[in-house]
């Protein structure tokens, strides 16, 4: 009975299997459930039928060698260069220099899936073996002395500077002495005192030697003189102290003739009195004087009268204290601000006897004489403090600079095309603050409209939106009668900063006679040529180049009447070189600083790579729009364009198509120029740059010199013979543009 269920099964799979045509069963097939009629169970049979997936697009080469080819690799697919034979690795090797082969790519078999039909072919070719090596190898032998230098003996300094060395000999080169190991000369070295010194030498090698090794002599050299000893017997005298009613009395001194003596090591004590030193009756003593003969010293005493200060009104810092006691109408000097006293708004402006500055004035390290004990007073400055506006590209507001505390009086609002004011951040203080602030204005972005008059044709809605955003140009109107032509303005590529109205443009369908041209008789014979006239009808469109601030060029031009497409071609090596058709009217440009252009009608990019051997640009691949701001852009670079079309199947001539240039500048490109004791610096206008940031590099560092929203900058102090070098960055929507090594500026100052 299980053997009939089994040969049951067997048959209905066997008809089903040869029943499905296996192209229409997709790779994705479910399984399928069969169930036997003549069985009480279910019996699941699993059929899984491979699909056949279409073939890939054409391989592209990643590397070429001599003898090898990389295609760029594509997930899930093989390789092969002759059609039949298929490899998982995008790498052949062994093959012929300078040979040209055919490559297919496909995709490779699975569990799910049958191998794809093969890609169409791509035609690669290996580099050619045509170089040659040559090697000159120059082994140098060291210049060597002949006759060593040698250290010369029984040297005497009498006041004329002797030689040290007798000089050596050199084959191959020249002699060098030194006494420092580091500053070499031809000439021999001398010494101008006595003592003991190290003489380096070395041979310098000329141009068919190497330098020699480094070797030292030690060399001494005597002093000549007369030694002449003298015994001296010194008296011995007595220094006595009087400490005139102070205590206690320092003990008396023995002291030789002709030396000093010592400072007692206590200070002696008087009650209202400070101590002052000593003297002998006539002059203050400092124990630096020699003693010639018996001395008595008196202690000197100061009344205790003292000079107080009092901040006045200061809200930080502390006051100068002074401890020093001085005597009835001695010169005391007035401190200066040690105290680091602050007063907000104000600058210390020196000392006064009245805390409201009518008394007598002294200035830091002024002088007067103190009879009694005296207290001086802080004296204030009122401050100016400047409020700065920065309007953001709106009109522009002087800046305020007035007295702190003062009434500040608000200036008019500022004003900017395409913005509405939206108040300071921060306000604006109603009195001078302590400080220098700026305020910033906040703008509002404006909708403005843009209307199309379509003059009788096919509606087109207004486009309202934000000034600035990018014009999404709508489809061309229809007109029975007419062809459309054009706008009779240019549709902006990003919303204006007001309400605009473009209007249609139309010509009329109805046929226009053609006319003969006239053709003088000739003096002799008369012949009439009748010619069909093939040429396209020619009318130069208008184009626009814009420059896209960090991006590139965006390209723009009227529509043709009745163009069936466009040509753009850029020039390069003096002849424009064709890049690609384009369907539309506008297009992208991006040129990298790769050397590579970047080709964009709204969506991904198209990448171009110049062939110097075919003069062609060659489609090398594609690059996510979203991808083309981490490209490294050309900088100060002019770009040719020119646009050409298609009309009546004819492609316009040279002559009649449209050439423009662009000078591209994303980023500033620095301009240097030494002067005496200073260097220049001028860079272009970047597009919608806002201000620009100017440094020096140093040691493989950027410093930041200075900022400003000028496009020069002139630095002085600089050093004659010094090299410099400088960058510029500029700031664009907030973000500062990158500083590369080709972007740095070098000058040798003057």
């Known amino acids: 009975m299980r053997f009939k269920k089994f040969i049951s099964c067997a048959l209905v799979l066997s008809m ?71 490899q998982e690795s995008p790498v052949f090797s062994g093959l012929t220099p300078g040979t040209e ?74 002699a060098m002495y030194s006494l420092d190991g580091t500053n070499y000369s031809e000439n021999i070295p001398t010494a101008g005192s006595a003592g003991t010194y190290t003489v380096y030498y070395y041979a310098k090698g000329d141009a068919d030697h190497k330098d020699g090794d480094v070797n030292t002599l ?5 002093m000549q003189g007369t030694l002449t000893i003298t015994l001296v017997i010194k008296q011995k005298y007595s220094v006595t102290f009087d400490v005139d009613g102070g205590s206690p009395a320092p003990e008396a001194q023995t002291v030789v003739d002709g030396e000093k003596a010592t400072a007692p090591a ?17 002059t203050e003593f400092d124990f630096e004087t020699a003693i010639t003969a018996d001395t008595e010293l008196k202690a000197k005493w100061i009344a205790n009268l003292a000079v107080t200060y009092d901040g006045n009104g200061a809200d930080s810092g502390t006051a100068p204290t002074d401890s020093s006691k001085y005597e009835p109408n001695a010169n005391v000097t007035v401190l200066g601000n040690t105290g680091n006293l602050k007063k907000t708004g104000y600058t210390f402006n020196g000392w006064n006897t009245k805390a409201d500055g009518t008394g007598t004035s002294y200035a830091a390290g002024g002088t007067f004489a103190i009879t009694a004990d005296t207290t001086l007073y802080a004296q204030w400055t009122i401050n100016q403090y400047t409020i700065t506006f920065n309007t953001d590209g709106g009109t522009t507001i002087a800046p305020i600079t007035q007295d702190y505390n003062t009434t500040v009086t608000a200036p008019a609002d500022p004003t900017k095309i395409g913005y509405t004011f939206a108040g300071w951040e921060p306000a604006i203080p109603e009195t001078m603050p302590a400080e220098n602030i700026t305020v910033k204005a906040k703008w509002a972005i404006n909708q403005y409209t843009i209307t199309f008059d379509t003059a009788g044709g096919s509606a087109i809605a207004p486009i309202t939106q934000d000034y600035g955003t990018p ?29 605009i109205t473009i209007t249609a443009k139309w010509t009329s369908t109805a046929p226009i006679p053609y006319i003969s041209p006239y053709i003088p008789p000739a003096t002799t014979t008369t012949t009439t040529t009748t010619t069909t ?31 069936s497409g466009y040509t753009l071609s850029v020039k390069i090596d003096n002849k424009f070189v064709v890049m690609q058709d384009v369907s539309g009217t506008s297009v992208d440009v991006v040129y990298g600083s790769n050397g590579k ?63 423009i240039s662009k000078k591209i500048y994303y980023k500033p490109a620095v301009k240097i120029t030494a002067n005496k004791g200073s260097i220049s610096l001028k860079w272009n206008k970047v597009p919608e740059a806002t201000k620009y940031r100017v440094y020096k590099y140093v040691n493989g560092k950027l410093k930041l ?30 973000e500062w543009t990158k500083i590369y090594t080709g972007d740095l500026a070098s000058i040798v100052s003057k």
């Open 218 to 222: 030690p060399v001494s050299v005597g």
């Open 16 to 86: 089903l299997t040869s029943a499905l045509p296996l192209a229409s069963v997709p790779a994705s097939a479910a399984d399928i459930t069969l169930t036997p009629s003549n069985t009480s169970g279910t019996l699941t049979i699993t059929l899984k039928i491979k699909g056949t997936p279409d073939a890939p697009a054409a391989p592209t080469k990643s590397e070429a060698t001599k003898t090898s080819i990389t295609l760029a690799a594509v997930d899930g697919c093989e390789y092969s260069k002759d059609g039949t034979t298929w």
């Open 101 to 174: 082969y055919t490559f297919y790519q496909r995709k490779k078999e699975t569990d799910d899936n049958n191998a794809s039909p093969a890609s169409e072919d791509t035609k690669i070719s290996t580099l050619a073996d045509t170089y040659d090596l040559v090697i000159t190898l120059v082994i140098k032998d060291k210049a060597k002395f002949t006759t060593e230098p040698a250290a010369k003996e029984n040297l005497i300094y009498s006041g004329t500077a002797v030689e040290l060395v007798t000089a050596g000999t050199v084959e191959g080169g020249t």
């Open 471 to 499: 014009v999404v140009a709508p489809a061309d109107p229809t007109k029975t009668g007419y062809i459309f032509t054009g706008w009779d303005k240019i549709i902006p590529a990003t919303m204006p900063a007001e309400n």
């Open 266 to 282: 206590t200070d002696p004590t008087k009650e209202g009195y400070t101590f002052g030193g000593w003297y002998n009756g006539e």
């Open 597 to 659: 252009y970047y080709v964009s009608e709204g969506g991904d990019y198209t990448i171009y790579e110049y062939n110097k051997k075919t003069g062609k640009l060659d489609k090398t691949g594609t690059l996510k729009s979203d991808k083309i701001d981490s490209i490294v852009k050309a900088n100060n670079v002019k770009l040719d364009f020119m646009v050409q079309y298609t009309k009546n199947g004819k492609l316009s001539a040279e002559k009649d198509s449209y050439k």
């Open 705 to 734: 010199v200075t900022e400003t929203t000028k496009r020069s900058v002139k630095i002085n102090g600089t050093k004659s013979g010094k090299e410099y070098t400088y960058a510029v960055k500029a700031l664009i929507d907030g």
């Open 533 to 563: 006239d093939t040429t396209p009808d020619i009318s130069k469109p208008n184009i626009r180049a814009t420059e896209t601030a960090g991006h590139g060029v965006d390209l723009a031009w009227d529509k043709v009447p009745d163009a």
